[in-house]
Every structure is written in C-alpha cells, then in structure tokens.
Nanobody, 123 residues
Framework: QVQLVESGGGLVQAGVSLRLSCAAS????????MAWFRQAPGKEREFVAG???????YYADAVRGRFTISRDNAKRTAYLQMTSLKPEDTAVYLC?????????????????WGQGTQVTVSS
C-alpha cells in the first residue's frame, strides 16, 4: 500500500508561481510513475503532468510550457512547479501513482491517490 500526501496549494493572483509537493510512503515497486491531476468544480478530473521513475515527463497541452513536474526518488517526493498561473488553473490538484513505468493520462490507470490540495487563482 502506498500513501500520498500533497502540500503547497493556496490562493494566489494570476501570473504568479506556486509549487506543489507530493510525498509518498509505504511499499512501492522500483518503477513507480507519478502524476498530477486536477479537478475543478463541476468538471471531470483531468491529467496535468506525469513523470517516470527515470525522469521522463509528459504534459497536458493546457499546461505545457508553464508547469514542470519533477521528482526526488531519494525523498520519494514529486513536485509540480506552476508558473504564469491563470484563473482557469483553479482546481483541486491531486497526486497519483501507478505501479508501472509508463505514463497514462486516464485517472483509472492509477493505483494510488492523495487527498488533494486546493489551488485558487484570482484574476
């Protein structure tokens, strides 16, 4: 079993940066892929970014060039650096992990989830 705990959300103004963290604990395989999803009120959960154990990344079109996902395997922590934030980035951001070396964009492909952290961007 793996536990994921997100932190770093908050209320910010448009244009600023924010960094989210996701700390993992428990037993994991040696090839865990981690990802960030987000869910806005009344909308479906959507993929934001994913990162393989090896460091390979993939981004949703809506955030590519503005967000950067990274991980520190020694600390078992993944990060999401968000820059040039927009009001449409407002959502609950959730960390997810899957016991595989491939990045998937569908939430059903992920085995473990954090509780989420709220990011609110005001205009």
């Amino acid at each position: 079993q793996v536990q994921l705990v997100e932190s770093g959300g908050g209320l910010v103004q448009a244009g600023v940066s924010l960094r989210l963290s996701c700390a993992a604990s428990g037993r994991t395989s040696s090839s865990v892929t981690m990802a960030w999803f987000r869910q806005a009120p009344g909308k479906e959960r959507e993929f934001v970014a994913g990162i393989r154990w090896s460091g390979g990344t993939y981004y949703a079109d809506a955030v590519r060039g503005r967000f950067t996902i990274s991980r520190d395997n020694a600390k078992r922590t993944a990060y999401l650096q968000m820059t040039s934030l927009k009001p449409e980035d407002t959502a609950v951001y959730l960390c997810a992990a899957r016991e595989s070396s491939t990045i998937k964009t569908m939430s059903t492909e992920y085995d473990y989830w954090g509780q989420g952290t709220q990011v609110t961007v005001s205009s």
